[in-house]
């Protein structure tokens, strides 16, 4: 039997349902504070701002994880654009930055031309070139040239736009299948068509030292853009030019490849490939001119036999949950360190007001004795610490009190106290010998307290207390007969 009992009382310890023990009657684990509440409130709000930031830097690639590599560039393989979106801009000026005039090209003339390269035969198209104008007006902003620039830089006539609506960069291993874009800058020469050309002198001494300056677009990588991870950028670069030196300039790009993936809940992921050119590198080779060509500078657009492969991964919830959770913890632990000397003397309050209460409503003979302790306040507050001494005095005062009372249940029931009362009413009974008096102490007893006056009867006293005046009073038990 007894080892049964044992079991039942260690099976009971497996419940994962029962009641927890409390100390508060309303059956709260802790005391709650209407500062506490605020300060939860005003956590859970900078927790949900918090979310809604996370969430919306979730979406739009913030901190994600990038991996770059490169590749041989497959058959094939290249970036199409619309040609009136391409800036492909050419112009010069002197050692001091000043424009050369250049009126009906009696200086120098810009053609540019756009080639197909492939096994059997490589075509090429050229195209007069004009002043560029407000058409590089958005570009020139962005590369904080001056508006005077627009006017001496020349691009690709209406023509060209026309022609090829949408432009293709393909590159090729081989060199068996490519296409470039190219311009070349040449000295005016006379000719059947025009004689408006400047004398040789002042040709040469116009373009001696002088820089040349090319601009062109391209697109450069961006992971944290919304919808499309490349953002359009303009380079400009600049170069000096000297008598009797031919400058070939080859301008490579990269074709890019970047796949996105979207995976915000660890299911069903969607991934977006995109691709675009990024510049690369600028080569530049410069020759003596030995045939006495008219061509002193050359530049070419060409896409790079190697492309870049990007794998973007974005955040997903999963990871904004886990920086979400780690961020609530610090703010909580931070907030209990600057709550906790606000929530101990509030507590401490709470227990002081209690034994307060108590004694003004409960009258007994040992409130009364505490005489030390009672106190002008109905109720402490800690707008009443703060104003009066007599009140910061009445708080350590109670606050010994409660220490010894150890918790709240001490303060509001004594349980100890009505113990040791029922003790001493079994000590002053013991203390009379039914053998030897031969007398019912207990029905005299009730005797005497039936007779007594009933509103000393339903006082709040203990018993022990009621009992102890009536007993030295009205009663000598020494005297008691037996009938």
Known sequence: MSFFKQSYTHFKR?????????????????????????????????????????????????????????????QNEGFSFNSSQFIYAIGIVDDSGQYIPNENNRIFQVSFYYCKKSLIETTCESFPAVICGSRISEASKQMNVPEDYQYITYCPDDQFTQTYEEIRFQGSQRMDNFTFLGAFISKCTNSTESQNCASEEEITTSLSNANLFYSYSFYQFNKELDLYPYEKMQNLDVTPCYPNIRKYIKVFYQYSITTSEYNPFYFFPSTIEQDAIEYQQTTIDTFLDYHQDNTFAQIEINLNVKKRLNYVTYQTLMDVAAKIGGFFTILRALFELLLYPIQVIIYRLYLINC?????????????????????????????????????????????????????????????????????????????????????????????????????????????????????????????????
Do not use: W
Not at 374 to 394: C, E, G, V, W
Not at 429 to 439: E, L, N, S, Y
């Open 14 to 74: 497996i419940d994962l349902f029962g009641i927890d023990v409390r100390l508060l009657a309303q059956g709260q684990q802790a005391y709650r504070t209407n500062i506490g509440a605020f300060m939860t409130l005003f956590l859970f709000m900078l927790l949900a701002y918090s979310c809604n930031s996370f969430i919306l830097e979730m979406n739009k690639g913030k901190n994600a994880i990038l991996n770059q590599k490169e590749s041989p560039l497959l």
């Open 355 to 483: 034994l307060i209460n108590q004694q003004q409503t409960f009258t007994t003979l040992e409130n009364l004795e505490q005489k030390e302790l009672q106190t002008n306040f109905a109720k402490l507050r800690i707008k009443d610490l703060i104003r009066y001494t007599k009140a910061r005095s009445t708080y350590f005062n109670y606050l010994k009190k409660v220490e010894q009372l150890l918790d709240i249940t001490e303060v509001l029931s004594n349980p100890l106290r009505l113990t040791r009362q029922v003790e001493d009413i079994q000590g002053s009974i013991r203390k009379f010998d039914p053998a030897k008096k031969q007398m019912n102490v207990r029905a005299v007893l009730d005797e005497i307290i039936a007779n007594h006056d009933m509103n000393d009867i339903q006082s709040p006293r203990s018993v022990n207390q009621e009992l102890k005046p009536v007993i030295k009073s009205q009663i000598y038990l020494s005297r008691l007969q037996p009938k």
